[in-house]
């Protein structure tokens, strides 16, 4: 299954059968390398949240864990930005820029690799997000994200969706060696993307945004 550059697509994070943000976006590429995705500014997105309107980031995991839940439906309120999802890889990277529309750092996305969906007039591809992540500067020098939340959620097996730390863990290292050696996708490859001037951005979520999983 293969996109045409310039559809609009979704991009969702589903965690144990249940869906926990999406992402509109339009095809860039598709092709042996992987897909790429741009994320324009105020694209509709939808996030899971409590009952009180609270996001997984903003309450301890045990009360997450114990909450009900909601899709609260919103726009993406920063610049634009690009996801590449590489074929059959666990991460995704992505490329963030400023409000001036200028590169500033790579984000690895630590993930289980996509599986794609099509309806025929709705299309997107469903991962599960693994919390850790990897920040990578112009220079290649790099950090990690979100150990904290990570670590914290690893002592719940029952509930997390994350079952091998070290292999999520060998993952972020795999990434982090390519960006260190300057080897493609942080070698400057889409550094100075420009969208193309007519694609429009929706103002909602398509209908079907929130079909059943694929994963």
């Not at 074929?87 to 993930?111: C, K, M």
């Not at 996708?185 to 079907?208: H, I, N, S, V, Y």
Request: glycine residues 8%.
């Amino acid at each position: 299954m293969s996109f045409e550059p310039g559809r609009l697509i979704l991009h969702r994070n589903v965690r144990r059968g249940r869906i926990g943000w999406v992402r509109t976006g339009r095809v860039v590429s598709d092709d042996e390398r992987g897909l790429l995705i741009h994320v324009a500014r105020d694209s509709p997105v939808a996030s899971e949240v409590t009952a009180a309107g609270l996001g997984m980031r903003a309450v301890p995991f045990t009360e997450w864990i114990t909450s009900s839940y909601r899709l609260a439906q919103a726009t993406w309120q920063g610049p634009s930005l690009l996801k590449f999802l590489p074929t059959g890889a666990a991460h995704s990277v992505w490329w963030f820029r400023d409000d001036e529309d200028r590169f500033t750092n790579w984000y690895v996305n630590l993930e289980e690799p996509g599986v794609r969906w099509d309806d025929g007039t709705l299309a997107g591809v469903d991962v599960t997000d693994q919390d850790l992540d990897v920040i990578v500067r112009p220079d290649r020098r790099w950090s990690w994200k979100d150990e904290d939340e990570f670590s914290e959620r690893l002592a719940f097996p029952e509930h997390y969706w994350v079952a091998d730390e070290r292999a999520v863990r060998a993952e972020g290292e795999r990434v982090i060696a390519l960006a260190e050696a300057g080897e493609f996708p942080f070698d400057g490859t889409w550094c100075d993307f420009q969208a193309p001037p007519d694609w429009d951005t929706p103002d909602r979520l398509p209908p079907g945004w929130d079909r059943p999983p694929a994963r």
